[in-house]
């Protein structure tokens, strides 16, 4: 029987904790899939994530969505990802607040503008250019020999 030491062990073996830049890719796939694709809405088979569901709080709802965006873009910045790249990127999760906090039609334009998701296709693509030992297919990292 396993301890709760070597149990412990085991998930963070699991888990992409590292700053290799394969680990960065999955943790922010993760945290994209959680924002914008963790849910799907019956019968209209939408996928919505986070950002949509806590979007729909006035105000705190739209800090804590721009706070997890942000933290995209601060992990694209610890990849020495080009400053213009980071612009881009910090205007998507401008637009998504600025516009997202609007009642109503804020909620509704998260349903369609999804600045993570675009976060992570420059930060894909950056890392595809860079570290295309990351890339990956189908859940499993392709290893370039």
Do not use: C
């Not at 992409?16 to 993760?30: F, M, T």
């Not at 881009?88 to 516009?99: E, F, L, P, W, Y």
């Amino acid at each position: 029987m396993p301890t709760p030491q070597e149990q412990f062990d085991q998930l963070a073996s699991q888990l992409p904790i590292g700053r290799d830049p394969a680990s960065v890719r999955k943790r922010l796939e993760a945290m994209e899939t959680v924002l914008e694709r963790a849910f799907t809405i019956p019968g209209i088979n939408r996928p919505v994530g986070l950002d949509s569901i806590v979007g729909l709080v006035p105000v705190l709802g739209d800090v804590i969505t721009a706070s997890m965006g942000a933290w995209l873009v601060w992990e694209a910045r610890n990849l020495g990802m080009s400053k213009f790249q980071l612009v881009r990127m910090a205007g998507n999760v401008g637009i998504d607040t600025a516009i997202g906090a609007i009642p109503l039609v804020g909620d509704l334009f998260d349903f369609v503008f999804r600045s993570n998701t675009r976060n992570l296709r420059i930060i894909k693509r950056y890392l595809d250019k860079k570290h295309p030992e990351t890339m990956l297919v189908e859940g499993e990292v392709i290893s370039r020999s």
